[in-house]
């Protein structure tokens, strides 16, 4: 008798040990809070100066607002997985966060190698025509300029591209007299 009352209660300090411990574990228990990591891509988007038409020069260049641009990335099997169009502020420039982009573990779908910016539409008649400078037409590759947003739950790598251009639809050829 005198050893089930001893069984009994050892088990009730045992439950009562292990209440106090786990209630002083709850108090200091600090939940983790996943950190947000987003991809994010800038740059320019200028009208090229009628007098450097042909070449790949800014010179002269005015900004371009609401202008469009896309983002597309591509997967180790050359497949899109992300594409989106932005549109520039009223100075030429675009913010493109990448919302849902997921950089998978593999080399081809960093961003940097997965990713390209083009150009779309121009909402000026006279700057319409889309330029190969710095290869808006096909794809700019991104940069990695060493730019980042941090913050306690959250972190952005900045990527830059470009700047791209649009070139005028009409230019009147220079004066020889």
């Not at 809070?33 to 740059?43: M, S």
């Not at 260049?61 to 591509?74: D, G, L, R, T, W």
């Not at 997967?75 to 502020?89: E, L």
């Not at 639809?169 to 220079?174: I, M």
């Amino acid at each position: 008798m005198a050893g089930n009352h001893l069984v009994l209660v050892t088990s009730a300090l045992l439950v009562l040990y292990s209440l106090a411990f786990a209630s002083v574990s709850a108090e200091g228990y600090v939940p983790t809070v996943e950190k947000k990591v987003d991809v994010v891509v800038e740059g320019m988007v200028y009208c090229q100066s009628c007098k450097y038409l042909g070449s790949w020069s800014l010179s002269e260049a005015k900004p371009i607002s609401s202008a469009k641009v896309s983002v597309i990335c591509k997967n180790g099997k050359d497949q899109i997985s992300y594409y989106k169009a932005f549109s520039t502020n009223e100075n030429g420039y675009f913010y493109a966060q990448l919302d849902g982009f997921k950089m998978n573990s593999g080399i081809w779908e960093h961003p940097l190698q997965a990713c390209l910016v083009r150009l779309v539409s121009s909402p000026l008649e006279n700057c319409s025509l889309m330029s190969n400078i710095n290869n808006g037409m096909y794809g700019a590759p991104l940069r990695f300029e060493k730019k980042k947003l941090v913050g306690s739950n959250y972190e952005a790598a900045i990527y830059a591209s470009g700047p791209l251009a649009f070139r005028p639809t009409d230019c009147p050829p220079e004066g020889h007299y």
